[in-house]
């Protein structure tokens, strides 16, 4: 297995439930020369609920951030949604959040080492201006510490 130290998250610019979602990231990811989509997981809603759908297998390096080798050293998470003209909504920070927090106790991965994509890309605003990335790193840290705790 490969060593991971991070996670790093994008949006997908798109509206979710319009016309880009896994399948079309696949083959928006394939059109640009990808074997195949290169986020470890992205976050949709399909139907009525926010669900995380497994993407590239983890053994596998990403192909979403080439910024100090992170493909190499993280999971890439992708949330379906523009957030740079809305907040993600309260189902999908926990769908997120849960994910985060099963990755990180699963590859020892500290809170603070989930990173918004532009904080390695800096001249994008992915995963949006309108996301919580410091809520999400918090609440993160607080269920790890939280099954920790509680041995679950």
């Known amino acids: 297995m490969r060593n991971i130290d991070a996670i790093v998250i994008h949006q997908s610019l798109t509206e979710d439930g319009d016309e880009l979602n896994y399948g079309g990231i696949v083959d928006s990811h394939i059109e640009r020369g990808f074997d195949r989509e290169g986020y470890h997981y992205i976050i949709e809603k399909v139907r009525d609920r926010v669900v995380a759908i497994a993407g590239r297998p983890l053994h596998n390096f990403g192909a979403h951030c080439t910024q100090n080798k992170m493909n190499h050293r993280s999971i890439g998470i992708c949330v379906c ?39 390695f890309a800096t001249k994008k605003t992915c995963p ?6 410091t809520y999400v790193k918090n609440e993160t840290a607080r269920r790890i510490v939280k099954e920790i705790e509680h041995g679950s």
Do not use: M, R, T, W
């Open 128 to 133: 949006g201006y309108l996301f919580n990335i």
């Open 81 to 119: 949604g523009c957030f740079d003209h809305h907040a993600p909504s309260k189902e999908v920070y926990e769908v997120l959040i849960s994910l985060c927090v099963d990755l990180c106790i699963s590859f020892n991965i500290p809170a603070n080492c989930v990173y918004p994509h532009s904080f």
